[in-house]
């Protein structure tokens, strides 16, 4: 994996690209989080014109994963709305594809975006049509996600999808409010969050609704705390998560240094937000 540490933009931040970002997604604006320079995988968010449609029956020749931040779009008669999980194989026809009322979607593409009018199999496997979090809730268990830290302070996962070949994963963590780390922690893996809702300070600064990061495997990061409790959707590359717990030098404060590490184009959109609260 080819991708720059990112950590952490404030994606609100950001501004809508016009350039059109493959003729396939015409009339889309994006903002692009994180790319791999070899491959291609992408990491972005769509801006979903109102009204906009593909008219030809066409399938796009990678992998698309989409969550859907606001608004809605429509896969084959298939509604996503705001709080909607989907994993669409490369090759699958898109016989419909529109959104009415515009959207905004959270979308991971597994390398370079080209798209096809000529009908070819699809890893049945593989497709999610739809995931609710918003219809179905929090998973009743912890099964899927090793952090037995975070799962013992009593906040809730929503497990999206486990890859059967490479084990990736992707899953939303509903952390409670209070919430405070007694250990700092590293994974073998990639890890790549999108803050949700809600704010969590770390070792980086405080991240707040529409905060990215994308870190490479084996950063030690954390503690992390937060009063108002967060919803933060993740993704693992490079197999499952597993996580190696370290002790801490001192206990967790709120109090985090704003202390981002991010490449320098990045830069403007990574700095630290003020808050101001009056009583
Ligand atoms: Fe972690």
């Not at 809730?137 to 830290?149: A, L, R, V």
């Not at 993704?235 to 590490?261: A, C, E, T, W």
Request: aromatic share 12%; net charge positive.
């Amino acid at each position: 994996m080819t991708r720059p540490h990112i950590e952490f933009i404030h994606t609100d931040k950001m501004p809508w690209s016009k350039k059109n970002l493959n003729k396939y997604l015409n009339g889309i604006k994006y903002k692009t989080l994180s790319v791999d320079i070899l491959t291609n995988e992408m990491s972005l968010i769509l801006k979903y014109p109102k009204g906009w449609k593909i008219n030809n029956r066409s399938s796009l020749t990678v992998d698309e994963e989409i969550y859907v931040l606001t608004g809605s779009i429509n896969i084959n008669n298939q509604e996503l709305n705001e709080g909607c999980y989907a994993y669409i194989p490369a090759n699958y026809t898109r016989e419909l594809f529109f959104s009415s009322i515009g959207a905004e979607v959270l979308t991971f593409f597994s390398g370079k975006i080209s798209y096809t009018n000529i009908k070819k199999k699809y890893i049945k496997k593989n497709l999610i049509k739809k995931i609710s979090l918003y219809e179905e809730g929090w998973d009743k268990n912890y099964k899927g996600i090793n952090s037995p830290e975070i799962a013992s302070s009593g906040s809730k996962k929503k497990l999206l999808r486990t890859d059967t070949n490479n084990g990736d994963q992707t899953w939303i963590m509903g952390v409670i409010p209070s919430y405070q780390e007694k250990k700092v922690e590293s994974h073998p893996v990639v890890q790549e969050c999108f803050i949700l809702n809600g704010e969590i300070e770390g070792n980086c600064g405080t991240m707040v609704k529409g905060s990215y990061f994308w870190r490479p495997r084996d950063i030690l990061h954390g503690p992390y705390g937060t009063k108002t409790g967060c919803t933060i959707l993740s993704r693992s590359k490079g197999g499952k998560l597993i996580v190696d717990y370290y002790d801490l030098d001192k206990p967790f404060d709120f109090n985090s240094k704003h202390n981002v590490l991010v490449p320098d184009k990045l830069l403007k959109y990574s700095r630290k937000k003020t808050r101001k609260i009056t009583y």
